[in-house]
């Protein structure tokens, strides 16, 4: 089953377009969208498991100029 997450970002003064245009470049990042709110960017990730989708957001969402702050969470499936 892929992994999936929701990563809450928080941006940079200046950065917030930059931040947008390169996440929505990258391999796992399914959707990005602009909020208002204590966040300024949610990024919704899809990656083969949460090991990758971990070091992917370690190696590839952290290291992004203009990124002030994260806070991702991993989606949870109820059983049916």
Do not use: Q, R
């Not at 931040?19 to 399914?30: D, G």
């Not at 990024?43 to 090991?51: E, G, H, Q, V, W």
Request: glycine fraction near 6%; charged fraction near 20%.
């Amino acid at each position: 089953m892929a992994a999936k997450a929701y990563c809450l970002i928080k941006v940079k003064p200046g950065k917030a377009f930059h931040v947008f245009e390169s996440l929505s470049k990258l391999e796992y990042v399914e959707l990005v969208e602009a909020v208002t709110g204590p966040y300024d960017i949610i990024a919704y990730l899809k990656a083969p498991d949460f090991s990758t989708l971990g070091k992917f957001i370690l190696e590839n969402i952290h290291t992004l100029d203009g990124i002030a702050e994260t806070l991702t969470c991993n989606v949870i499936e109820f059983g049916k």
